[in-house]
């Protein structure tokens, strides 16, 4: 299995990134996507999930109407549009694949229900 993130870097206070996880070796429709974000000195946070058909999200309150999930099942991609950024949202941003378990499974915010992570890819907003 392999979670390959893509598209950090550096950008000023209000601009914009999307970033991109590219994932293979796994039977996608079988797992939720998420992304999350480590800040040095901080334990991972959650960012944002997504069903593989798009049709739930869930999004922490801190980026709700700035970024925005989606995913394209036929290219097997998760992407995540980050716009207004925020010198707080710097970090090292990793994407990560949670398997579904039952017919109840829902979308998760914990680091440690998650299977599969990719490498991570830095992003970092200058005042």
């Known amino acids: 299995v392999q979670l390959q993130a893509s598209g950090g870097g550096l950008v000023q206070a209000g601009g914009s990134l999307r970033l991109s996880c590219a994932v293979s070796g796994l039977f996608f429709r079988s797992y939720g996507m998420g992304w999350f974000r480590q800040a040095p000195g901080k334990e991972r946070e959650f960012v944002s999930a997504i069903s593989w058909s798009g049709g739930s999200t869930l999004y922490a309150d801190s980026v709700k109407g700035r970024l925005t999930i989606s995913a394209d099942s036929a290219q097997k991609m998760v992407y995540l549009q980050m716009n207004s950024l925020k010198p707080e949202d710097t970090a090292v941003y990793y994407c990560?694949?949670?398997?579904?378990?039952?017919?109840?499974?829902?979308?998760?915010?914990?680091?440690?229900?998650?299977?599969?992570w990719g490498q991570g890819t830095q992003v970092t907003v200058s005042s």
């Open positions: 990560a694949a949670r398997r579904i378990t039952s017919v109840y499974w829902t979308h998760s915010p914990l680091p440690h229900e998650y299977d599969y």
